[in-house]
């Protein structure tokens, strides 16, 4: 694998899904695979799951991993060509990609949409600078538009806590505060679009994803609708993707406080389990009660973040 961004990266769903409860049984088998080898993991934005879980992953393997954390503990980077260089940003990146993969054998990249301009964004103009200045295997660690690794660790938790070979499963949107990307509902939306589960969206009007990730998926505006018989109900909250209407990208449309999931949304369900990506805005988001609840597995999903990095790396360094 010479890059980990969509879905199609991974190839065959199944195989995958084989290969993660393997590598979570037994986590060290794949111990001298990463021997003398160095995984670079930029944190161009803050993180808990997705830097200690690739930490983790990357030391199961046996690589040595190396975090930077851009502007903290380095230059500030300039990402635009072409720019006069007379402000706060003191080295450019095309200098500072090829730097850093010299000192690596695969690189993990953290750096979210600036939900100013859409076709930046959606042409995921950072990450293609690290493919193409930096000539080593690229994994986003949620970029613009994608967080593949937070939606192969969705997947890897439904299909352990599925009771049905086809579950109903349901993304809602649900208010937050600030304006956030479109990465990880863009993600799972193109993964549950690849498995075999039965899979709606739900949001607010003038929330619709980008059609390249919504794919064939359900749209339902009612959510409760939407959340009949769910088996699982995974809550997200994210900005407007200018589908459209490309001049409200990255605003606040809505912070309807109904859409908070909460007990009277999971009691249309079938007993659904309550899945978030972490970090969550209790009571914005889902409620104490929801959360707080046997039937959430946020904390089963974000352990299960080390299993699918350590399948990513395991493949990239076979293929190295
Ligand atoms: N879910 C997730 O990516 O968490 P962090 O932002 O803390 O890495």
Not at 25 to 45: D, H, Q, R, Y
Request: with cysteine; charged share 25%.
């Amino acid at each position: 694998m010479k890059s980990f961004f969509n879905v199609e990266d991974i190839g065959d769903l199944k195989k995958a899904l084989a290969e993660a409860k393997q590598v979570k049984s037994t986590p060290f088998a794949w111990k001298n695979l990463g021997e003398n080898k160095t995984i670079m993991l930029v944190f161009f934005n803050s993180s808990l799951r997705t830097r200690l879980s690739s930490q983790k992953a990357a030391l199961n393997l046996g690589m040595n991993p190396i975090v930077l954390n851009i502007g903290q503990d380095s230059w500030k980077l300039e990402t635009s060509m072409g720019v006069v260089m007379d402000g706060d940003k003191s080295e450019h990146i095309k200098e500072a990609i090829p730097v850093m993969t010299s000192y690596c054998d695969i690189i993990g990249i953290r750096a979210f949409a600036g939900l100013t301009d859409r076709e930046y964004d959606y042409n995921e103009t950072i990450l293609r600078q690290f493919i193409e200045y930096g000539g080593k295997p690229v994994i986003s660690l949620e970029s613009a538009t994608v967080h593949p690794c937070q939606a192969f660790a969705d997947l890897i938790t439904i299909d352990e806590y599925k009771k049905k070979d086809r579950p109903k499963v349901v993304m809602t949107w649900a208010p937050h505060p600030k304006a956030l990307p479109q990465a990880v509902p863009n993600s799972f939306a193109q993964w549950m679009n690849a498995a075999d589960v039965d899979f709606v969206i739900t949001h607010p009007e003038g929330y619709e994803l980008d059609p390249r990730f919504a794919g064939n998926a359900r749209i339902e505006y009612d959510q409760m609708k939407a959340l009949e018989g769910a088996d699982f109900v995974y809550a997200k909250n994210w900005s407007c993707p200018g589908t459209t209407n490309p001049g409200d990208y990255g605003k606040i449309l809505s912070k309807d406080m109904g859409w908070t999931v909460d007990e009277r949304h999971m009691a249309v369900t079938d007993n659904a389990y309550f899945m978030h990506c972490l970090p969550v805005r209790r009571n914005m988001i889902v409620s104490d009660a929801v959360i707080d609840a046997p039937s959430s597995l946020v904390i089963p999903e974000a352990a299960n973040r080390v299993v699918s990095a350590q399948v990513v790396m395991k493949r990239m360094l076979e293929d190295l």
